[in-house]
């Protein structure tokens, strides 16, 4: 399987790893199937994403997919950050082998459950703006 250097580059160097301790919202979603786990936070300030971190547990492709999905939302308004699609994270790192693109579906979802966390947090119901919520695997609606 043959990864860009992109994707190595992201993998070996992750960008925003960590945490943010009074983050504006947190997301978390995974994929049972294939055991990756991505958990987002993101900082709010006006309506400008100032700063995004992440936690993946998972594949190379998870850990590169999270990384640029913060580098392109972060200094970037909310809108911006709510236009983010798989496509673009995919684009973002020079293409991904057809096996691991669930992963960049994983790095989208995850930025949106943030945003859909901290429009909760803010007293506003994020389903209009951000549609429905993935579903996700039945043991994950028991997780924590």
Do not use: W
């Not at 911006?80 to 496509?87: F, M, R, S, W």
């Not at 991904?96 to 979802?109: D, G, N, R, T, Y």
């Not at 859909?116 to 506003?124: A, E, F, L, V």
């Amino acid at each position: 399987m043959l990864y860009s250097d992109k994707v190595m580059d992201h993998f070996a160097n992750p960008r925003n790893v960590g945490e943010i301790e009074d983050a504006d919202g947190i997301g978390e979603v995974g994929n049972a199937k294939c055991g990756d786990i991505m958990k987002m936070y993101i900082k709010v300030d006006g309506d400008i994403i100032t700063d995004c971190k992440f936690k993946t547990f998972g594949c190379g492709a998870a850990v590169a997919t999270s990384s640029i999905a913060t580098e392109m939302i972060k200094g970037k308004s909310i809108d911006n950050a709510l236009g983010l699609t798989n496509k673009a994270v995919v684009e973002a790192l020079e293409g991904l082998p057809p096996q691991k693109i669930h992963c960049s579906v994983l790095a989208e979802q995850a930025v949106r459950s943030a945003l859909s966390d901290y429009y909760t947090r803010q007293g506003i119901d994020p389903e209009p703006i951000l549609g429905k919520p993935a579903q996700h695997d039945e043991h994950d609606e028991h997780a924590g």
